[in-house]
T-cell receptor
Framework: AQSVTQLDSHVSVSEGTPVLLRCNYS??????LFWYVQHPNKGLQLLLK??????LVKGINGFEAEFKKSETSFHLTKPSAHMSDAAEYFC???????????FGTGTRLLVSP | SQTIHQWPATLVQPVGSPLSLECTVE??????LYWYRQAAGRGLQLLFY??????ISSEVPQNLSASRPQDRQFILSSKKLLLSDSGFYLCAWSVAGRGNYGYTFGSGTRLTVV
């Protein structure tokens, strides 16, 4: 079975500093991987996705993630945090049948002025 | 373009009362449909998914049920709510057979059982 592990439940950064949210995955096949963002009491919004094309994936709002097969990682980064980035972020992997997504437990990003 | 509607946005229900949450998708045909629950401080748990009318798969045993009476309509129900049913419920859709394209989520329903 496929799974993802988000290594940090909370990450705190100052506005203008880099963001790193870590995710490791487990998959027997070439996975599809995603990052979603959820603002308080809102639905989830797709930030970016990796589907076996370029290993460096660029998403919305300046976020990007790099697929590293040797490290089974798909970390999310942003060069400079903005206050509006404060939210919960989910790393997600698709199952082998591509019918269901498996979510990580989430990382809450806190951004201070 | 495709849109997903989910209602109500918030709901407060007493223990033992029934529940019906509705989700509809516009602008696509034969989507895969999903119900997720997010309990306080926890990740998302897949409750049900459907690949077609009348076809429901349940992921976990629970006090809830789901139905898909029409191609783009997905309903989450309960006959008698429990306190443990409180949470944030999210409906989502994906292109049939293409979960690797990602899901599109509705805006969610905050359910509080009192």
């Amino acid at each position: 079975a496929q799974s993802v592990t988000q290594l940090d439940s909370h990450v705190s950064v100052s506005e203008g500093t880099p963001v790193l949210l870590r995710c490791n995955y487990s998959s027997s096949y070439s996975p599809s991987l995603f990052w979603y963002v959820q603002h308080p009491n809102k639905g989830l919004q797709l930030l970016l996705k990796y589907t076996s094309a370029a290993t460096l994936v660029k998403g919305i709002n300046g976020f990007e993630a790099e697929f590293k097969k040797s490290e089974t990682s798909f970390h999310l980064t942003k060069p400079s945090a903005h206050m509006s980035d404060a939210a919960e972020y989910f790393c997600v992997v698709s199952d082998t049948g591509f019918q269901k997504l498996v979510f990580g437990t989430g990382t809450r990003l806190l951004v201070s002025p | 373009s495709q849109t997903i509607h989910q209602w109500p946005a918030t709901l407060v229900q007493p223990v033992g009362s029934p529940l019906s949450l509705e989700c509809t998708v516009e602008g696509t045909s034969n989507p895969n449909l999903y119900w997720y629950r997010q309990a306080a401080g926890r990740g998302l748990q897949l409750l049900f998914y459907s690949v077609g009318i009348g076809q429901i798969s349940s992921e976990v045993p629970q006090n809830l049920s789901a139905s898909r009476p029409q191609d783009r309509q997905f309903i989450l129900s309960s006959k008698k709510l429990l306190l443990s049913d409180s949470g944030f419920y999210l409906c989502a859709w994906s292109v049939a057979g293409r979960g690797n394209y990602g899901y599109t989520f509705g805006s969610g329903t905050r359910l509080t059982v009192v």
